[in-house]
């Protein structure tokens, strides 16, 4: 990396950058802005049982209210009903909730099956319009009566919830480009919040805003600016080293109805390994980015990683929550990912509270040459695509990790975007993982106001699927070994285990239907986590569902 100067790259880790901040807001996002938003308020409220964003609302807390099931009755839980998705697909997806209805995604299938018993209302196939560069589907999003969802091939597509049939779907993503649809979609006011994955695969970033009622796109803001925008200074004098940029977003994102801002996590710059093309601190990769929600306008930023060579993208920013901080109730927004750190930043300064680590740490700052070294956690540990969870009344914030080192190696020359463009070839390398024998992970409960450990349990291998909290104090989860997990939030005592023989690597939720509590969770093979490393194994994704015993309907 070229010698930047302490005051620069000061500036740049706390997200301060005065005169691009002032030119970022006199603009409407960074790029191309269309129609204003509407103002037309969806009911969408998150009350008793219902759980419509992936993480549940739009805080991202993966808290819900509910307290049928207890500390007291968790050993009652039993397997109420399944299903399985036709076809072998990643099953990374995070299921949502609405009046007892689960809808559920895969690469190329949704489905909406009954909450209590899984019996299909309806399953819709898609069929690709074009190349896929990846498969990974990681949810969908209720809002007014639809479904709203990306696909592998570029598509934003709502449906109709009590149908499945498709309202209206555009391309709103070029996959000859490398761009595809993995995160699940967030709707605010009418509005659904979506940006295109594809770092890997020679693409650069962007977030953007679409209609709800018809997909027509509102306002598009880059993440890796383009030429004369805020930060396009920050990446060389190439501009090339931007058309490639990575910074894409993966996993969802956050809403802060108070302020009307959408908090957008910031992915890894790209190529990962071979950073001689992009010297500078590379914005607004491995960041907390808050975008003005009507209008895209850049509000702040906080960049974790200026010049990222390790491919450690900030996967969330979430949950959204307060809490009291030296004896004064804060507004905080946590940020994980898979440098294995845990940063809670106060929403009014945007000045970091604490950063805690939650996974072992070697050699993640150091910078790579072209001999190995060994660097933990490596460039899929720390925290993936299922984020952390917050507890209020105890309030803990509850993270799950992946402890998995690897040999890192810059790139001795930089790869190809154009054979990236192929489906299944990165656009970057340099690293090797330890045997899948010594991987293995756990689920840390900190105190969300100091960061201080208050629990943590260990687990054989690594915690890729999600977590969540309820109101009587629990913790449900999956682990990579196929167990169905129920812990007690206040000392992580393990309460019940199911063995579902597949491991769980997508969401874990908790909703009503019938008046009745269930908990579901997903299992089986998990894409491209399990192309790097066989041994996870997995079938078709399968949603779980359990609920109590002789406790009727």
């Known amino acids: 990396m070229k010698a930047i100067t302490a005051l620069f790259l000061a500036a740049l880790m706390t997200g301060l950058a005065p005169q691009a901040v002032a030119k970022a807001r006199a603009e409407r996002g960074n790029g191309t802005a269309h129609a204003p938003a509407k103002k037309t308020r969806v009911a969408k409220a998150v009350v008793n049982g219902n759980w419509p964003e992936a993480d549940h609302g739009l805080k991202g807390t993966r808290f819900s209210p509910l307290t049928q099931i207890t500390a007291a009755n968790a050993a009652q839980l039993e397997k109420a009903c399944s299903f399985t998705f036709p076809a072998k697909e990643p099953a990374q997806t ?36 074009g190349p896929e560069p990846l498969d990974t589907q990681r949810g969908a999003v209720y809002a007014d009566g639809k479904i709203v969802r990306g696909m ?44 295109p994955a594809g770092a ?74 071979y950073d001689n093309g992009r010297p500078g601190a590379n914005l607004y990769t491995n960041s907390i980015i808050a975008l003005n929600a009507e209008t895209g306008r850049l509000v702040w930023y906080h960049q974790f990683i200026p010049h990222d060579t390790h491919d450690y993208d900030v996967t969330h920013v979430s949950p959204v929550f307060s809490a009291r901080i030296h004896g004064k109730m804060r507004p905080l927004v946590a940020s994980t990912g898979k ?32 001999k190995p070294t060994r660097v933990c956690p490596g460039t899929l540990g720390g925290q993936l695509w299922n984020g952390s969870a917050y507890e209020p009344s105890l309030n803990l914030l509850v993270v799950q990790s992946v402890e998995w080192c690897a040999e890192e190696e810059k790139d001795k020359e930089a790869p190809s975007a154009e054979n990236s463009h192929v489906h299944g070839r990165y656009f970057g390398g340099g690293h090797k993982f330890d045997p899948w024998s010594d991987a293995h992970g756990g689920v840390t409960a900190f105190d969300a106001s100091t960061g201080k450990v208050v629990w943590r349990d260990d687990m054989p291998e690594p915690m890729v699927g999600g977590l969540a909290t309820t109101a ?8 990579l070994d196929g167990n169905f997990d129920v812990m007690d939030a206040r000392t992580g005592k393990m309460l019940f285990q199911y063995q579902l023989h597949d491991p769980v690597q997508g969401g874990v939720i908790t909703y009503t239907a019938h008046g009745k509590q269930y908990v579901a969770v997903v299992s089986g093979m998990g894409g491209l986590y399990n192309r790097v490393e066989p041994q996870i194994g997995g079938g078709n994704p399968t949603i779980t569902v359990f609920g109590l015993r002789n406790s009727g309907k």
């Not at 091939?153 to 000859?176: C, E, F, N, S």
């Not at 009587?472 to 682990?479: D, Q, Y």
Request: charged fraction near 20%.
């Open 94 to 129: 995070a299921p949502v909730v609405w009046d007892g209805v689960i809808y559920a995604t895969s690469a190329h299938y949704t489905v909406a099956i009954d909450g209590s018993e899984c019996t299909v209302k309806w399953l819709d196939e898609w069929k690709p319009r």
């Open 152 to 195: 592998p091939d570029g598509y934003l597509v709502a449906m109709d919830a009590k149908t499945g049939k498709v309202v209206w779907a555009r391309q709103i993503a070029d996959p000859h480009d490398g761009y595809f649809i993995s995160m699940p979609p967030l709707v605010h006011d009418g509005l659904v919040y979506v940006g």
């Open 200 to 273: 890997e695969w020679a693409s650069s970033g962007w977030v953007g805003a679409f209609k709800l009622s018809n997909g027509a796109m509102v306002w598009k803001f880059h993440t890796v600016p383009l030429n004369g925008q805020p930060g396009a200074n920050t990446w060389g004098k190439n501009p090339a080293a931007r058309t490639h940029g990575g910074g894409n977003p993966w996993t969802p994102f956050t809403f802060d109805a108070e302020r009307d801002l959408l908090y957008v996590p910031g992915g890894n710059a790209a190529p990962d390994f």
């Open 339 to 370: 440098q294995g750190i845990l940063s809670v930043v106060d929403r009014d300064t945007h000045k970091v509270v604490y950063s805690v680590p939650f996974a072992a740490q070697l050699n993640d700052k150091k910078e790579l040459t072209t």
């Open 472 to 479: 009587s104090n629990l913790v449900f989860t999956g682990e």
